[in-house]
């Protein structure tokens, strides 16, 4: 599913469980060369853009925080959790100097970003830290929690400030600041935006007399996501109801409640453009719709452009990779911006399968002299396999770590079933407790599940 969306003034950035990023511009909704972005190891479940639009940020599963280079897709750095607890949600201040992550152990990461150094580390006990956003003054910063707690910490020694107790029943899922403020005297007033698993969608007061200011309910079923609108005069929100809400921020009524067109699924994350009326809208169906705020009340919304889906890529992308001929191959360089490649295959009879084997050395043997074009190949290729591993298969079929088809399904004290290899890594990194439950792993043996490999060999011979 899409996990996350982030704008910039002229990018939109989008994360997945399927441990990539991919980028497009805003211009004309087209994907960079550079994209998709794969660096991590596990489900990307955050992303967000500096101030400027130049660097963007990623958190995953793996436990660590990368910062890419906008313009060429580049790791700038790589920042681990001290204790390399899975990252859940990331942050960054309005001005670039600090980065925020919040963790599945209940601990807060907060980096010097011009350092790329650790300057504080704060624990919040018993729950998994899945909401966080700075203040627009950038001295402030909010944490909401799996247990439904919202906190305000002060950013220079991470002192906590205040705590809100069982803001949302069975924890919070999302929050945001509005980027305006009011200033009375000396007390400086700033909207804070939360929404959580009961459904709500709640603005918060954040002053030194801090406070609730008012609910909204127009949802039906968890609200996973919400942001306010650049001028602050909007909140939008989507659910698990299959809905985006867009809100007046100011006298709290709804504008429009937007019901997605087929196929729909739960809408996992909300972004609004700061230089335009749009707003990304992701979604558990992998895709990814950019819609127009329009001023009319109760209007349904217009829609911009087209949904980035699986379900349009060409009718070779349909076949497994395996089953790629040459053709296919040549068709696949050609929409991936590699054309000059085409000869090269085309002279060496390179089908799917040898395109699913292709690695530095063979590629070098191949005459791809240029690094930069050998490594723009190899992620695309690297990411066609994460999509082709889990394309249109049942979800209890992919790795819950690693969100790929699984070989080697194994059983743990969970009661999960996992890809071998990908249990045997999480416990050897130090990670004592479930992928999915966060609960401490009793015991470290693993039992083979043979009837889900047999389930799953059966649904790959049908394919």
Request: net charge negative.
């Amino acid at each position: 599913m899409v996990s996350c969306c982030a704008f910039s003034p002229s990018l939109l950035a989008t994360s997945s469980g399927d441990k990539t990023l991919r980028v497009y511009n805003t211009a004309d909704f087209s994907e960079l060369p550079f994209s998709p972005l794969s660096g991590h190891g596990y489900g990307v479940h955050c992303c967000c853009f500096s101030s400027c639009g130049s660097h963007l940020f990623s958190c995953s599963t793996d436990g660590s925080v990368i910062v890419w280079s906008s313009e060429t897709g580049e790791v700038s750095a790589a920042l681990h959790h001290p204790g390399r607890s899975p990252l859940r949600v990331c942050a960054v201040a309005p001005d670039s100097s600090h980065l925020l992550a919040g963790a599945c152990d209940g601990t807060v990461a907060l980096w010097d970003f011009s350092s790329k150094t650790l300057r504080r580390y704060s624990m919040t006990p018993n729950a998994s830290v899945v909401a966080c956003c700075f203040s627009p003054c950038g001295q402030m910063f909010v944490t909401g929690c799996t247990y439904g707690d919202l906190k305000l910490w002060d950013v220079m020694d991470m002192n906590l400030l205040h705590a809100e107790k069982d803001t949302h029943d069975l924890g919070v899922a999302c929050c945001s600041f509005a980027q305006q403020f009011k200033i009375d005297g000396c007390c400086v007033e700033f909207r804070l935006a939360s929404c959580g698993q009961d459904s709500r969608l709640k603005i918060w007061i954040v002053s030194q007399s801090e406070g609730l200011l008012h609910t909204l309910s127009s949802q039906s079923a968890p609200v996973l996501s919400c942001a306010f609108s650049p001028d602050g005069e909007r909140v939008v929100s989507g659910s698990v109801d299959k809905s985006v809400a867009i809100y007046d921020a100011v006298n709290f009524v709804l504008h429009i409640y937007v019901p997605l067109p087929p196929p729909d699924r739960y809408v996992t994350a909300v972004a609004l453009s700061p230089t335009m009326p749009w707003i990304a809208i992701g979604s558990m169906d992998r895709t990814v719709n950019v819609w127009r705020m329009v001023d009319e009340v109760h209007s349904s919304g217009k829609f911009l452009t087209k949904c980035f889906s699986k379900a349009e890529l060409p009718g070779h992308s349909r076949l497994l990779l395996t089953d790629w001929s040459e053709e296919d191959v040549q068709t696949w360089l050609c929409e991936e911006g590699l054309q000059e490649l085409v000869s090269v295959f085309k002279g060496n009879n390179m089908d799917g399968p040898e395109l699913n084997k292709l690695n530095k050395e063979t590629a070098a043997e191949l005459g791809i002299e240029s690094l930069g074009l050998r490594g723009r190949l190899l992620r695309k290729i690297e990411a066609l396999k994460a999509e082709q591993s889990g394309s249109e298969a049942p979800d209890e079929f992919l790795c819950p770590i690693t969100r790929e088809l699984m070989r080697d399904p194994v059983i743990a004290s969970d009661g999960y079933s996992y890809e071998r290899e990908s249990i045997e890594s999480w416990v050897r990194g130090r990670n004592k407790t479930s992928p999915m439950t966060n609960l401490p792993l009793q015991t470290s043996l693993l039992t083979p599940n043979r009837s889900l490999k047999m389930a799953i060999s059966r649904w790959k011979s049908s394919q």
